[in-house]
């Protein structure tokens, strides 16, 4: 099937949810985002600096830029005067440059931080008690220019539904604690980020606000 009848099919599921879809266009060429594009996609996401800050130069203006992948400290200069949403903070050291970077820009940068929710120790994210130390530090009060929109996380790539299922409520439920207990100025949680092509269905029905979809919409990725 095409993109623009994937994105029908996807738009169709999410009608009655609070729930965005952010199309993730890794790999895929400015052609097919422009597909995407045409029939009212604005929200692309894209897990490599470079390629993120290439398309942002090519494509339209009014595209919101969601960068999804593992961020080294070294690159967030060449995307903080444009990136809509970073999904995946997961250290302090990180969220400092990027609030360093958004200064220099004079710009207010959202950020997800993201969790290690999964059982594979390959994936990147907190944990809870670093999560719960970097919102108790006095660092994260002066960070005048990050915005904490909310939390990020990626479940076990398995077939085992009742796993992802159990970590997506995980994520919800550590979600909706800090966003009751913590009154910090820069802290405003309102974003989600969990689900992808093989599990946005369990997450949707576990509270995601925003899934990041690339193969349902575009196909498979030839590395
Ligand atoms: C590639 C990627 C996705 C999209 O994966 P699909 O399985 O193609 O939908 C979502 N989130 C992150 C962090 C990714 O790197």
Request: charged share 25%.
């Given at each position: 099937?095409?993109?623009?009848?994937?994105?029908?099919?996807?738009?169709?599921?999410?009608?009655?949810?609070?729930?965005?879809?952010?199309?993730?266009s890794k790999t895929k060429p400015n052609s097919m985002i422009m597909e995407a594009y045409n029939v009212g996609q604005r929200d692309f996401g894209e897990n490599k600096v470079q390629d993120l800050?290439?398309?942002?130069q090519e494509l339209p203006k009014d595209i919101c830029w969601h960068m999804i992948g593992h961020l080294q400290r070294n690159k967030v200069k060449y995307i903080t005067p444009f990136v809509h949403l970073i999904h995946g903070v997961d250290s302090q050291k990180l969220l400092m440059e990027i609030n360093k970077q958004g200064e220099k820009h004079d710009r207010l940068i959202n950020c997800l931080l993201q969790m290690h929710i999964a059982t594979e120790e390959s994936k990147f994210g907190f944990d809870q008690g670093e999560l719960i130390d970097l919102l108790e530090s006095d660092a994260i009060a002066n960070m005048n220019h990050i915005k904490l929109s909310g939390l990020m996380g990626m479940a076990t790539n398995t077939s085992n539904e009742s796993l992802i299922r159990s970590e997506f409520q995980g994520l919800k439920k550590?979600?909706?604690?800090?966003?009751?207990?913590?009154?910090?100025?820069?802290?405003?949680?309102t974003k989600l980020s969990m689900g992808m092509s093989g599990d946005y269905k369990i997450a949707i029905e576990e509270g995601s606000t925003l899934i990041r979809i690339g193969t349902s919409i575009f196909g498979e990725r030839n590395y």
């Open positions: 099937m095409g993109i623009k009848a994937n994105l029908k099919i996807l738009n169709d599921e999410l009608k009655n949810h609070n729930c965005r879809l952010v199309a993730v800050a290439k398309k942002y550590l979600f909706e604690r800090i966003k009751s207990t913590y009154t910090i100025p820069n802290l405003d949680f």
